[in-house]
């Protein structure tokens, strides 16, 4: 075990619980749309942010803060900005291609998706687990647990305070100072950032009919058990590559 002071980042896509239990019969282009949105965000988290593992619908990563503090968050801090223009890019894309097209609702509610991010520095502790390195740490926990919160906006990215007061300059023009009670720890003062985000708008065009929705429901399936037997990577034909 080693204890070294990190930069955590958490990246958890809004949205996705709701997303996928209400596209039960859509499920398998509902986890490729969050699969091809999440790889987006790990594409595009470059050094020195690194991915320490995906927790089912966000990104969990850090750098280890060898130098300068303020020069690591402002490192980070691009990087975070990198990665959120990134999702909202790649979300405009699925969307681009959903419209006209795939009739599954999963396809078709791909707007209602958003990106947040929790940025918190301090202390973690390096600990080997069953052949797994997990981080552990009062930062660890911060930065989780403030993923809920009393923001209503659904992008944003939210900094504490020891974070917002390393940098250089805003990286959004709206911004929102806010003091969240985070369980065992207390008051945490922060402040939440807020992206342009874009207005996706359907314009009343209505998927390809069809018949009945089964036929669109099988083929998935099959295509997918298809491609698990064969040991491909499949790319759903309404999904951009």
């Known amino acids: 075990m080693r204890s070294f002071q990190a930069i955590i980042a958490v990246a958890d896509i809004s949205g996705y619980t709701r997303f996928v239990m209400l596209h039960k019969t859509a499920i398998a282009h509902a986890e490729e749309i969050i699969s091809e949105l999440l790889e987006t965000v790990t594409a ?3 050094t020195p942010l690194q991915l ?3 927790e089912g619908d ?3 990563l850090y750098t280890e803060v060898t130098g300068s503090q303020d020069d690591a968050v402002q490192d980070v801090m691009q990087q975070v900005v990198a990665f959120m ?3 909202e890019k790649k979300k405009t894309a699925l969307f681009n291609k959903s419209v006209g097209g795939c009739i599954c609702s999963a396809c078709q509610s791909i707007e209602t998706l958003e990106l947040k991010t929790v940025v918190h520095i301090g202390d973690v502790l390096e600990k080997e687990m069953s052949g797994f390195t997990e981080l552990a740490g009062e930062p660890v926990i911060v930065a989780h647990r403030l993923m809920k919160n009393g923001l209503d906006q659904k992008s944003y990215v939210l900094v504490t305070d020891v974070i917002a007061a390393r940098l250089d300059a805003d ?3 709206s911004s929102q100072q806010v003091v969240e009670h985070v369980e065992d720890v207390g008051d945490v003062g922060a402040v939440a950032y807020f992206p342009q985000v874009s207005v ?3 314009k009343g065009v209505r ?3 069809r018949p009945s929705s089964y036929p669109e429901i099988i083929r998935l399936f099959v295509a997918s058990a ?3 037997l064969r040991g491909l990577n499949r790319f759903y034909r309404n999904m951009p590559r």
């Open 171 to 173: 990286p959004y023009e």
């Open 44 to 46: 595009n988290a470059k």
């Open 52 to 54: 320490h593992k995906l």
């Open 226 to 228: 298809h491609s698990k």
């Open 58 to 60: 966000a990104a969990f």
């Open 200 to 202: 996706l708008d359907r």
């Open 85 to 87: 223009k990134a999702f």
């Open 207 to 209: 998927p390809l009919a």
